[in-house]
């Protein structure tokens, strides 16, 4: 049993900033990376950004600079600090655990195998 569960969503003024967490649990998920993805309204989902449990970071191309993906493996807990937020950066966004312990560079492009429900993340002034 997997259970992945997103918070740290919120309404924010541009220029302000959230720190997402991404709450890991169960015996499957000891070695997999972990990933973050979103959606905004009438787009196609994106990847955010992954983390391996060797530390291995990833960005997408559109946050790398502005936000800091990092883990606490003894909660099992990925975090997903967001800084400087502009209104392009409203979306839903989830989490996943990769097929496996390491992201790769084509990460965004992988399967995973489970998700969470996702955390509404609102800039608007």
């Known amino acids: 049993q997997v259970q992945l569960v997103e918070s740290g969503g919120d309404l924010v003024q541009p220029g302000g900033s959230l720190r997402l967490s991404c709450a890991a649990s169960?015996?499957?998920?000891?070695?997999?990376?972990i990933a973050w993805f979103r959606q905004a309204p009438g787009k196609e989902p994106e990847g955010v950004s992954c983390?391996?449990?060797?530390?291995?970071?990833y960005y997408g191309d559109s946050v790398k600079g502005r936000f800091t993906i990092s883990s606490a493996d003894d909660t099992n807990t990925v975090y997903l600090q967001m800084n400087n937020l502009k209104a392009e950066h409203t979306a839903v966004y989830y989490c996943?655990?990769?097929?496996?312990?390491?992201?790769?560079?084509?990460?965004?492009?992988?399967?995973?195998?489970?998700w969470g429900q996702g955390t509404r993340v609102t800039v608007s002034s």
């Open positions: 996943a655990t990769a097929l496996s312990d390491f992201c790769g560079t084509n990460w965004y492009r992988r399967s995973y195998g489970f």
């Open positions: 169960g015996l499957a998920v000891e070695s997999n990376a």
């Open positions: 983390v391996s449990r060797g530390a291995s970071t």
